[in-house]
């Protein structure tokens, strides 16, 4: 996998379906790659970190937890709380979704 881009910024998160406020983030894509170079199309992996010390201890969050975090450039990603210190990760295939899984 290559580091194709870094973000840093701003999000608005939500977790269980509930908007919990916004929250610093630190992003890495990395994207899969074709021995030639070429990329390999949905296959994707994103790891970072969020600030959840800034949000609410009511919120209650949990290991493995779904998350939803909308990035200041309005894209939005689907991400799993590793742990209760703001690790994230999602990994696998985006849209173009291969037939093997």
């Known amino acids: 996998m290559k580091l194709v881009e870094?973000?840093?910024?701003?999000?608005?998160?939500?977790?269980?379906?509930?908007?919990?406020?916004a929250v610093p983030y630190a992003i890495r894509r990395y994207q899969a790659m074709t021995?030639?170079?070429?990329?390999?199309?949905?296959?994707?992996?994103?790891?970072g970190r969020l600030g959840l010390e800034s949000l609410p201890a009511t919120v209650g969050?949990?290991?493995?937890?779904?998350?939803?975090?909308?990035?200041?450039?309005g894209r939005q990603i689907e991400l799993r709380l590793i742990d209760l210190s703001g690790e994230v990760l999602a990994e696998g295939h985006g849209p173009g979704r291969c037939a093997c899984c």
């Open 6 to 21: 870094e973000r840093q910024g701003q999000g608005r998160l939500t977790a269980r379906g509930e908007n919990v406020g």
């Open 35 to 47: 021995a030639g170079g070429l990329p390999v199309p949905g296959l994707h992996r994103i790891e």
């Open 61 to 73: 969050f949990e290991s493995d937890m779904p998350l939803h975090l909308e990035l200041e450039d």
